[in-house]
């Protein structure tokens, strides 16, 4: 009998992962087709639903990697909230697929318990972010809101980078800067966030 599925990929899992990003980012979620995929990629159709079920299951652990790797990147921007925020909106323009499908609750399994993982160490990084620049400008004296579900700081900092990347990722700021590409939209997003540090 012929086995259900061969294997000649190191990684097909994130080799699914990498080529949905693609086509998300090229196409939209819309573009996203199992089938084609498995096509792309050269393995049987049944492939992708091996190792996610369904498009819901893909778009799951799409998100998930995504918040991931943003986590990372606020990680590595230390104690820097402004350079934080400017963290943010490059991980949107660099990872399209990704940041499409992020926070798209009809899109992915809000229950999965690598997605809430994922979700909290991103939650995590902003808030040891906003922490660390409270302590380092006039904002120390001000008394940390403990009752709110994010600290206040951060909330805000999520909302401009947030907001900044969604008009980048929409080509709203494109007429505001010199040429399309990262580095000078990450320019501007800079710019920008700096609006928010004490004078």
Do not use: C
């Not at 061969?6 to 990498?18: I, K, P, S, V, W």
């Not at 995590?124 to 994010?150: E, I, M, N």
């Not at 909302?159 to 700021?173: D, F, K, Q, V, Y």
Request: net charge positive; no cysteine; charged share 20%.
């Amino acid at each position: 009998m012929t086995p259900v599925m061969t294997y000649h990929h190191g990684n097909l899992r994130a080799e699914f992962l990498a080529a949905a990003a693609t086509m998300v980012a090229q196409g939209g979620v819309a573009a996203l087709n199992l089938r084609q995929l498995a096509r792309q990629l050269g393995v049987t159709h049944a492939a992708p639903r091996h190792h996610f079920g369904d498009k819901r299951g893909l778009l799951t652990a799409l998100a998930t990697e995504g918040y991931r790797a943003l986590a990372r990147e606020l990680r590595a921007a230390g104690d820097d909230f402004l350079e934080a925020g400017v963290a943010y909106v490059r991980f949107s323009l660099d990872k399209p697929g990704h940041f499409a499908v992020m926070y798209r609750t009809d899109l992915v399994d809000p229950e999965d318990p690598d997605l809430q993982a994922a979700r909290a160490e991103t939650g995590a990084a902003l808030a040891a972010g906003a922490a660390a620049h409270r302590k380092t400008t006039s904002r120390r004296d001000q008394p940390t809101r403990s009752r709110a579900p994010l600290d206040p700081l951060a909330l805000l900092g999520w909302a401009a980078a947030h907001g900044l990347s969604h008009l980048a990722s929409i080509g709203a700021l494109n007429r505001f800067v010199a040429g399309h590409g990262t580095e000078s939209l990450t320019s501007l997003a800079r710019e920008a966030l700096r609006e928010l540090e004490p004078s």
